[in-house]
Nanobody, 121 residues
Framework: QVQLVESGGGSVQPGGSLRLSCAASGRIFSIDPMGWYRQAPGKQRDLVASITSVGNTNYADSVKGRFSVSRDNAKNTVYLQMNSLKPEDTAVYYC???????????????WGQGTQVTVSS
């Protein structure tokens, strides 16, 4: 059974930093891409950042220049370094992995349980 386990959320003042981690475990052939989404109360879940297995990245306009996504393919882990945090970054952050369990299996999306990030003075 594939699992995504997140860590690193919490509360921080505006201008502060946090680093999120997400490790995938279980039967894994490939993960491409891997990334982060967020959902604020009353809003839809939106892409924050994603990264392919060869390191190509994609960011939401609202986080460009402040957030950085990276991954360790050997550990099936993705990271999100969040700097210069703003109150509007407050949300539940979800790890996402588009994963194949075997060479011939279909790719499907897996989600972490979510981790709360609160930016407030």
């Amino acid at each position: 059974q594939v699992q995504l386990v997140e860590s690193g959320g919490g509360s921080v003042q505006p201008g502060g930093s946090l680093r999120l981690s997400c490790a995938a475990s279980g039967r894994i052939f490939s993960i491409d891409p891997m990334g982060w989404y967020r959902q604020a109360p009353g809003k839809q879940r939106d892409l924050v950042a994603s990264i392919t297995s060869v390191g190509n990245t994609n960011y939401a306009d609202s986080v460009k220049g402040r957030f950085s996504v990276s991954r360790d393919n050997a550990k099936n882990t993705v990271y999100l370094q969040m700097n210069s945090l703003k109150p509007e970054d407050t949300a539940v952050y979800y790890c996402n992995a588009r994963l194949r369990e075997s060479r011939w299996g279909a790719a499907r999306d897996y989600w972490g349980q979510g981790t709360q990030v609160t930016v407030s003075s």
